[in-house]
């Protein structure tokens, strides 16, 4: 009797090993530290400004690695974090807005394994750390939109209550509404009492003025809302990147930290996490005219559009971002520009039907309102300025009423549309974001701790191999092989799926080496007893792996359901503990089943006159 794969088994194994060792090498190669160049909305890249950047580095003395144009993104490479550091403050004072800057960490894989789609798994934020930012509530700001839904409360409680005001007005911190007289004055003040508590309300009785102030106690909530709310929509936002295990959390008063594992495209995260774009719907204003002065009359708001021109809107919003329950980006059926599809809440489709319907043939506009920041160097000293963009993106005739989902068009590109889709997806903040400090974060586990953790693995698998080798002398240099590829498949599976690794993913991968190892025992020792029984080498071979097999199977089967009702039911570290479990599981039955066994009958399954197993 021989011992052998039939061809399309050798085959099989031979094809799985090739790709497990190519799709493994990204992990060998280690990351760069770079500076993304990301365009803003009006701006490119291009070879010109590839010429530019590295001109502005060449000027301030940095030597780059390399620099890379791909999908309308600059990468430069550096050769350590000091230059990277540098040279993302020159890039940011000389491009201002018009770019966003980012650090990141690019892997060095070689382009002829990025060309076949060979990535390196991500690793966490305890192994190998990530882009940390720090964001700033504006708090005022958030203050300040309390206060005009306040200001837009009291006109429609006014209304409702039917009681006549001349004008409600946000001023420094104050809602003012003005009375005809003291009798109105008298009633105002009642029902907004009664209904608005969280206002603190004064009166001047000699100009029938109702003076309303924001009381500490609602102060308060809507600071504590502002972070509480922007942290839920930043986690949110996050998801939409496909970013793993991020750490999201309050830090002080009126500050968030995120931080962010293996992420490729750090200027996109930037440009996601910091925008606090959103869209209004409003009416335009078409019985009234900007005054020659520019000023709007009572009502009314000057807007712009894109190439500038004055557009004069009803100050009365219909629908915000806030309503949006779902969105997606696409293509226009008719004229197959870019266009965001958008779902609208109860509330929101309401008030849009209730609006189109009353209003059929004349135009309402889009605005889109983006806030931003710009840093600029002045006398050495770098400036931080935030300003607010409102432009109107698109103005169209009412011709029926709208459902709760329609489209809007007038978008510059699809990647626009698809941004500006994520954002009202993600769930609009409560108040602005400021980015006020970015960096790149090494592992939380400490540098020494992940060295500690790799030589003792490293030592345990010398030690395991020793023993195996001496105790099951040929077929323990087989068991030993079959577990360096079961370490091999596992790693090529993870890139793959493009899995992020954490100190308990790292406990996984022990735990399946253990398992791998006691497979190789199983088989051994069975051979060992088929051998004493007095059976002939070669059939003592066929039937240690084909007794063994049963045991293998059954052990394997009941962990692998334990380890599919932690993927289910877990999440965060203990879902990416039993993701490599899982995959350790079916890597090591083919190891130990299928390459052993190949490198059994590669050595041993030949030999018409075998007598002695060395075992």
Do not use: C
């Not at 006020?436 to 974060?441: C, G, P």
């Amino acid at each position: 009797m021989r011992n052998s794969f039939p061809v399309w088994k050798n085959i099989l194994v031979i094809s799985v090993l090739a790709l497990a060792f190519i799709y493994s090498l990204p992990n060998f190669f280690g990351e760069n530290p770079s500076v993304q160049l990301s365009p803003s909305r009006t701006a490119k890249v291009d070879q010109s400004t590839v010429v530019q950047v590295d001109k502005l580095l060449a000027d301030a003395g940095l030597k780059t690695l390399k620099t890379e144009l791909s999908d309308k993104r600059l990468l430069v490479r550096f050769a350590d974090e000091e230059a990277q550091l540098k040279a993302a403050d020159v890039l940011k004072v000389a491009l201002g807005d018009n770019y966003t800057v980012a650090l990141n960490l690019a892997p060095a894989t070689p382009s002829w394994l990025r060309a076949i789609n060979a990535q390196p798994m991500y690793l966490g934020l305890d192994l190998r750390g990530g882009v940390h930012f720090l964001l700033q509530v504006d708090m005022p700001a958030a203050i300040q939109q309390a206060e005009e839904r306040y200001a837009e409360d009291i006109r429609t409680l006014l209304r409702d209550n039917k009681i006549r005001y001349l004008s409600v007005e946000r001023e420094k911190g104050v809602i003012e509404v003005k009375f005809q007289d003291g009798a109105t004055l008298g009633q105002g003040r009642d029902v907004v009492k009664k209904e608005l508590r969280g206002l603190a309300l004064d009166e001047n009785a000699g100009d029938n003025l109702l003076v309303a102030k924001l009381g500490d106690p609602e102060v308060r909530e809507i600071r504590k809302n502002a972070v509480s709310q922007n942290i839920i929509t930043l986690r949110n936002r996050v998801n939409e990147l496909g970013v793993a295990e991020p750490v999201i959390q309050q830090q002080g008063e009126d500050r968030i930290v995120v931080q962010l594992p293996g992420v490729q495209d750090t200027a996109r995260a930037k440009e996601i996490l910091g925008a606090t774009a959103t869209l209004e719907f409003r009416l335009v204003d078409s019985e009234h005219s900007i005054g020659p002065d520019g000023k709007a009359p009572l009502g009314s708001r000057v807007y712009r559009d894109r190439a500038g021109k004055p557009i004069l809107l009803q100050r009365k919003i219909i629908v915000t971002g806030d309503q949006v329950v779902d969105a997606s980006s696409g293509l226009e059926q008719q004229s197959g520009s870019s266009a965001v599809f958008i779902n609208l809440n109860s509330v929101g489709a309401k008030k849009m039907a209730d609006t189109t319907k009353d209003n059929i043939g004349k135009a309402m506009a889009v605005v889109f309102i983006e806030n931003k920041q710009e840093t600029k160097e002045v006398n050495g000293q770098k400036v931080v300025t935030k300003k607010t963009v409102e432009e109107v993106i698109n103005v169209a005739t009412i011709r029926d009423r709208f459902s709760k989902r329609f489209q809007i068009t007038g978008l510059d590109s699809s990647d626009e549309a698809r941004n500006l889709a994520l954002l009202l997806r993600a769930g609009a903040l409560v108040a602005p974001v400021d980015i006020v400090e970015e960096r790149t974060v090494g592992p939380s586990m400490g540098k020494e701790n992940i060295e500690i953790g790799v030589k003792s693995n490293v030592y345990g698998f010398a030690a395991i191999a020793i023993f195996m080798i001496v105790y099951y002398r040929v077929f323990g240099i087989f068991s030993v092989v079959a577990l360096g590829v079961n370490v091999l498949l596992l790693v090529s599976a993870l890139s793959l799926i493009q899995a992020t690794l954490t100190l308990p993913g790292l406990a996984g991968i022990a735990l399946t080496v253990g398992m791998a190892i006691d497979a190789n025992v199983l088989i051994n020792e069975r051979i060992r007893e088929e051998l004493r029984a007095g059976i002939s080498p070669q059939m003592a071979i066929y039937a240690g792996y084909e007794r063994a097999f049963a045991t293998i199977l059954d052990s394997n089967v009941t962990t692998f359901v334990a380890g599919l009702a932690l993927f289910i039911l877990g999440s965060g570290p203990i879902r990416g503990f039993a993701l490599v479990l899982l995959f350790g599981i079916l890597t090591s039955m083919f190891s130990a089943v299928l390459v052993s066994r190949f490198l059994v009958n590669l050595t041993y399954g030949r030999q018409r006159k075998l007598n002695k197993l060395a075992i």
